[in-house]
């Protein structure tokens, strides 16, 4: 399971890296998320992957899954949401008022000849 | 327990949660001021209590450390957070003369902010820092996108956020790495448990301590990672860069905070992990800001720019390593931020005063009330340059002092003397240009009131202040860096009889 959960990671952050570096600023928000996918991951597993064990504490039990990764996860889950919710309104926003979704937009960029900058 | 420690935490959250539902923009400013006024107050009242040296410990829920989140204020946590509140004085001061209308939240946001940058300063806990890290950033996200529709501003924005959410990925990674390898997330515990890597760990905690570095050095535009700073501080509204200005010393101070007593001296087979790093990027950093202000075509990118040298500076302190070295950047730091501070204000008015040509370094038009914003100029230059009398010059002398006997000796003279006349080079000849060399006035505009120049002038008071009281300040300063490469005590406060 280990190595499964590690090539999952690997692989989830390559492709997130991938992205970021695109040029346009759809595939870099993916980027962003797939990263934070890959993230989580990794903070859930660094509380070690157990089987079958109680979430803290339970009579008889040999040993327990670490809570403290979870919360972590938790609040990293959250924090990650709310900034891609804010990434892609931004770059709604650019793509309105650069009129090219390139994230290196000249401000003047390919618009229609003849429209009026507002 | 007293509850002192989470004041400056709990002013701006609530101030700025009532703001929302306060529908008068008067109303907003006032309580904004007010609580802004408040954390200065706490600040203060924090670094009273603090400056002899004891550690105020504040544990949430009452739950202890290692196993709870614990806040802790120490003199240099107070120190910065006596820093943050004046410079947020006096960038509220100059917005609530209407930079404040441009969008619905400013108030609130900027009180958000604060929150962040309180709760980075004052939190013991790595995972914390990361949270305080992320409520900084999502309001200085929506503060440097704050300003009438400019495309320009968009994009910068864009580039911030993008490059800030990969460092938090980075800084996730980092903290999942050494909580996954040390169990521990406390500072205090860190220090102790670094020290005492088993011999099996000590890369993985050394590429986890490198990746933190790697963060903190985006937060604090470091070379190479800088490059998102000029462009965003250029385009954002003026108060909105002036409270900047303390940002990039938040990822200052989590350098000195991770890196002198956790992975410093005393870490055992990890010692003085960035030692190789943290100095010859600090005196890049500096090349780089220096000849980037030499090269702006405008007047906020050249502070910018500046902002990005004097970071150098800073860095070039904390990067020897030295309690002298981490002394004398301490005493820069306040410096530095109030002269970019009153810089960023002052551009904006000049840049008000000369029509379309905004802040554009070309000849223009007579700016109305020349003689007032030139002689500001001037000093400021000389601040920002660090020419004598003031603090900055001071701050240098004391980092040059701290650097002698220290290997990289010439470099440090050459880069933070160049550096400096590059920058004196720089201000000159915008200061020439824009009060010189300025042809007939077209617009008979009215120049800036009493109110626009009482902020600046407020930050070049607080200069005089550094530069003043000198001495004790420097002691103070002293006394901190003391306190980070002997960190036993506060560790003993942190953790308690048991952590021993």
Redesign the interface.
Known sequence: MEALISVVIGVLTAL?VWL?LRER?FP?VLG?TV??Y??NL??F????LALGQPPVIANGARGYADP??QA?VL??IV?GF??TA??IV??L??RA??RDDR???E?DGPGEPGEEQ? | MSHLPIAPVLVPLVAGAVMLFLPRQGLRRGLGVAAVLAQLALALALLAQVADGTTLVYALGNWPAPYGIVLVADRLAAWLLVTTALVALFALLYAVRGDDQAGPHFHPLFQWQLLGLNGAFLTGDLFNLFVFFEILLIASYALLLHGRRDPGRTRAGLHFVVINLLGSSLFLIAVGTLYGVLGTLNMADLAVKVAATPPESVGLVRAAGLLLFGVFALKAALLPLYLWLPAGYAQATAPVAALFAIMTKVGAYSILRVFVPIFGPGAGPLADLTGPWLLPLALGTLAVGSLGALAARGLRRQVAYLVVASVGSLLTGFGLGSAAGIAAGLYYLPHSTFAAAALFLLADLIAKGRGGLADRLDPGPVIPRAVTLGALFFVLAVVMAGLPPFSGFLGKVLTLKAALGHPLLPWVLGVVLLGGLCGLIALARSGSLLFYRAGPTNVPAPGPGLSALAPVAGLLMLILGLTLFAGPLTDLTSAMAGDLLAPAAQIRAVLGSEGQ
Request: no cysteine; proline share 6%; aromatic share 6%.
């Open positions: 997130g970021v600023t870099v962003l990263l934070s890959a993230v990794f903070l597993a660094m509380g070690r403290l990764p972590l609040t990293a924090i709310a900034m804010f990434v931004l770059a926003k650019a008022e650069l994230v290196d937009a401000a507002p």
